[in-house]
């Protein structure tokens, strides 16, 4: 299945991902800092959901208005009383169909599973305000990871179609992890 398949193809990248937001959230002594954090989430998600809007119609993923979206980093930056004004470059990675659209989103979405993790360390910095993004869907995390992913999967039914819905994904990490490769020169 493709969720399997991307899974296993995209570890390395997640694993580059995690560490540089692992360092990005270490140096973090403040809620200005933490907010300097979530303006490089705000700027790549934003830009992400906007490169996949035209494809993910409420036909391909009838739950899509309810999922966690960069509207909620943007609340969790203003709750920490910093803006969205000035914002670091992001560029998505193309896509050109709802297979693509869900293979970018699929980046997206799993980085919901990575959330609790985030919070905890944030908490050990004495950051507790402004976590509602990281705090993803709760309880409902396996459900919504697992309606996800049926879909995904059933986009991917064709496994020609593997390689590309891989390269996008690898290229939604990769293209995020420049976005904080930029903001810390
Ligand atoms: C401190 C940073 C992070 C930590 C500690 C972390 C940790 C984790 C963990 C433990 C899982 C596995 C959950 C499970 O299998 O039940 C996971 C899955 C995942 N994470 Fe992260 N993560 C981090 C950041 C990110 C970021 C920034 C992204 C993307 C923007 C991301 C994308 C994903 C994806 C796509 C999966 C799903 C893998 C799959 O089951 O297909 N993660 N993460």
Same mark, same amino acid.
């Given at each position: *299945?493709?969720?399997?398949?991307?899974?296993?193809?995209?570890?390395?990248?997640?694993?580059?991902? %995690?560490?540089?937001?692992?360092?990005?959230?270490?140096?973090?002594?403040?809620?200005?800092?933490?907010?300097?954090?979530?303006? /490089?989430?705000?700027? =790549?998600? /934003?830009?992400?959901?906007?490169?996949?809007?035209?494809?993910?119609?409420?036909?391909?993923?009838?739950? =899509?208005?309810?999922?966690?979206?960069?509207?909620?980093?943007?609340?969790?930056? %203003?709750?920490?009383?910093?803006?969205?004004?000035?914002?670091? %470059?992001?560029?998505?990675?193309?896509?050109?169909?709802?297979?693509?659209?869900?293979?970018?989103?699929?980046?997206?979405?799993?980085?919901? *599973?990575?959330?609790?993790?985030?919070?905890?360390?944030? /908490?050990? =910095?004495?950051?507790?305000?402004?976590?509602?993004?990281?705090?993803?869907?709760?309880?409902?995390?396996?459900?919504?990871?697992?309606?996800?992913?049926?879909?995904? /999967?059933?986009?991917?039914?064709?496994?020609?179609?593997?390689?590309?819905?891989?390269?996008?994904?690898?290229?939604?990490?990769?293209?995020?992890?420049?976005?904080?490769?930029?903001?810390?020169?």
């Amino acid at each position: *299945m493709l969720h399997q398949n991307i899974k296993e193809n995209t570890k390395e990248a997640h694993q580059t991902l %995690e560490g540089v937001v692992v360092r990005q959230l270490k140096s973090v002594r403040s809620n200005a800092d933490y907010a300097d954090v979530l303006k /490089n989430f705000y700027a =790549y998600f /934003n830009t992400v959901e906007k490169a996949i809007a035209p494809f993910i119609t409420s036909e391909v993923l009838p739950d =899509y208005a309810e999922r966690r979206n960069s509207s909620h980093i943007k609340a969790d930056i %203003e709750e920490l009383r910093g803006t969205t004004d000035t914002l670091p %470059e992001a560029v998505a990675p193309q896509v050109n169909n709802a297979l693509e659209a869900l293979s970018a989103l699929y980046v997206l979405e799993g980085s919901i *599973m990575g959330g609790p993790y985030i919070v905890q360390m944030l /908490n050990k =910095y004495g950051i507790t305000q402004g976590t509602s993004f990281f705090s993803g869907y709760g309880e409902d995390t396996g459900k919504m990871w697992g309606v996800f992913t049926a879909v995904l /999967n059933k986009y991917g039914e064709d496994p020609a179609t593997h390689e590309r819905a891989v390269a996008v994904a690898n290229e939604t990490f990769s293209r995020f992890g420049d976005v904080f490769a930029a903001a810390t020169v």
